[in-house]
């Protein structure tokens, strides 16, 4: 009687010491769901470079300033460009052995007035300067008509800033003959419309572009940039017309003498 009144005695402490264990581990909250895979974050220097040349090309959008570079192709020895950024955000792009196979050096401007394209006095043409306008001062230049090298100074700053645009920012290593801080530049979207050529772009501190590679070609800064004027001025008189485009009109093209 008293074996089996002990026995119960030290069942009934076992039960003690395990019943609230066993239902505290049922009230326990239920394990954490695992988390949903997500994707690949943008690695840290990228992100960084992203912000640092969006900061440079803040900067280049407010640098107003008159300078020269060098503009390579892949077909056409090395001319000298000369870029003018206003202090009233007019600008200037003279770009000379571009027109007509070559022979005809232009302009292109943006002014209050409009976007115009300017025919120089060249090889290809000895007439006087005259301009053509091709539209309001923010519309951009028609494809056959567009020389390229302005972008870099005016609408592909916009870009370079939108943190919202389809690129991947990293360091790069200058093209040679430039210095600064150069960034590569691709584009993360599939359309054959991408919002900039991809490429490098080299900025000084103060926002000076130095050196651009894409493309159109290779700019390199040539010596130091001078004061920008209040305004531009285009390099002649405007006229009814037609602007000259990149390529010389075919012998087929062209009147024969008698026809009208």
Same mark, same amino acid.
């Given at each position: 009687?008293?074996?089996?009144?002990?026995?119960?005695?030290?069942? #009934?402490?076992?039960?003690?010491?395990?019943?609230?264990?066993?239902?505290?581990?049922?009230?326990?909250?239920?394990?954490? /769901? !695992?988390?949903?895979? #997500?994707?690949?974050?943008?690695?840290? &220097?990228?992100?960084?470079?992203? $912000?640092?040349?969006? @900061?440079?090309?803040?900067? @280049?959008?407010?640098?107003?300033?008159?300078?020269?570079?060098?503009? &390579?192709? !892949?077909?056409?020895?090395? *001319? %000298?460009?000369?870029?003018?950024?206003?202090? $009233?955000?007019?600008?200037?792009?003279?770009?000379? !052995?571009?027109?007509?196979?070559?022979?005809? =050096?232009?302009?292109?401007?943006? #002014?209050?007035?409009?976007?115009?394209?300017?025919?120089?006095?060249?090889?290809?043409?000895?007439?006087? @300067?005259?301009?053509?306008?091709? &539209?309001?001062?923010?519309?951009?230049?028609?494809?056959?008509?567009?020389?390229?090298?302005?972008?870099?100074?005016?609408?592909?700053?916009?870009?370079? %800033?939108? *943190?919202?645009?389809?690129? !991947?920012?990293?360091?790069?290593?200058?093209?040679?003959?430039?210095?600064?801080?150069?960034?590569?530049?691709?584009?993360?979207?599939?359309?054959?419309?991408?919002?900039?050529?991809?490429?490098?772009?080299?900025? *000084?501190?103060?926002? #000076? /572009? %130095?050196?651009?590679?894409?493309?159109?070609?290779?700019?390199?800064?040539?010596?130091?940039? &001078? /004061?920008? /004027?209040?305004?531009?001025?285009? @390099?002649?008189?405007?006229?009814?017309? =037609?602007?000259?485009?990149?390529?010389?009109?075919?012998?087929?093209? %062209?009147?024969?003498?008698?026809?009208?």
């Amino acid at each position: 009687m008293h074996a089996h009144f002990r026995a119960a005695r030290r069942l #009934t402490g076992v039960l003690a010491l395990t019943l609230p264990a066993l239902l505290a581990a049922c009230a326990a909250d239920p394990p954490a /769901p !695992a988390p949903l895979a #997500t994707a690949d974050p943008v690695p840290a &220097g990228m992100d960084a470079a992203r $912000d640092e040349l969006a @900061a440079l090309a803040a900067a @280049a959008q407010d640098r107003h300033l008159t300078a020269r570079y060098t503009f &390579g192709t !892949a077909d056409v020895p090395v *001319r %000298t460009i000369v870029v003018t950024s206003a202090n $009233d955000g007019t600008w200037r792009v003279d770009v000379p !052995a571009w027109g007509l196979g070559g022979t005809v =050096d232009v302009s292109l401007a943006a #002014t209050a007035d409009g976007l115009f394209q300017c025919a120089l006095p060249s090889a290809g043409r000895p007439e006087p @300067a005259t301009c053509v306008r091709l &539209g309001d001062p923010d519309e951009a230049v028609p494809r056959r008509f567009d020389p390229r090298v302005q972008h870099p100074f005016t609408d592909w700053l916009e870009v370079l %800033t939108d *943190r919202r645009a389809p690129l !991947a920012v990293s360091p790069a290593t200058a093209p040679p003959g430039a210095t600064d801080q150069c960034y590569s530049v691709e584009s993360t979207s599939a359309s054959l419309n991408a919002p900039l050529d991809v490429g490098i772009y080299c900025y *000084r501190e103060d926002g #000076t /572009p %130095t050196a651009v590679r894409a493309d159109f070609g290779t700019l390199k800064l040539a010596g130091e940039p &001078g /004061p920008a /004027p209040a305004t531009v001025q285009l @390099a002649g008189p405007v006229v009814d017309g =037609d602007p000259v485009g990149l390529t010389a009109p075919s012998p087929s093209d %062209t009147p024969s003498a008698g026809t009208p």
